[in-house]
């Protein structure tokens, strides 16, 4: 995972996973347990959660017992400090990332900093603009991106 993150351009190290490893194990299992008979669903909210706090920097409180299927704290929701850009793919969050860093980077640079072709970040950078999570002010040769979210 974190060498697939690194080719976004995402800087991960082991360390997120080493401090969280119970968690993100449990999360992992939450993911695929279901138990049709008592209604219990998998769920990847807590996956959700631990890459949130991993890509974006959001500060989710990662506890096991939230995990608990008896678990009832209404303090407690899974939907607390989530990113704006929620549905984002990597790409786009790599994207959203690298234009906040440097609001004046060219289509051209983007896809060398992220690693993907000219025509991905093209096409990302337009499905953004359509969703409202990025602007273009000042035209295209001589303009700046704006990131609309928090990301």
């Not at 409180?61 to 939230?66: D, F, G, I, S, V």
């Not at 008896?70 to 786009?92: F, G, I, P, R, W």
């Amino acid at each position: 995972m974190i060498k697939y993150l690194q080719t976004f351009g995402f800087n991960v190290s082991n360390q997120v996973f080493a401090d969280n490893s119970w968690y993100f194990r449990n999360a992992l299992v939450r993911a695929n347990y279901n138990d049709l008979q008592n209604d219990i669903h998998a769920t990847t909210e807590f996956l959700e959660k631990f890459i949130e706090n991993l890509l974006t920097g959001t500060d989710h409180e990662l506890k096991n017992r939230y995990m608990h299927i008896e678990y009832t704290d209404s303090t407690q929701s899974a939907n607390d400090n989530v990113s704006k850009c929620k549905n984002c793919t990597l790409e786009e969050l790599a994207i959203l990332r690298e234009i906040s860093k440097n609001p004046s980077i060219t289509q051209k640079e983007l896809a060398t900093a992220i690693g993907k072709s000219e025509r991905t970040v093209k096409t990302r950078t337009v499905e953004l603009q359509n969703n409202g999570f990025l602007r273009r002010k000042n035209g295209k040769r001589n303009g700046q991106w704006e990131v609309l979210v928090e990301i």
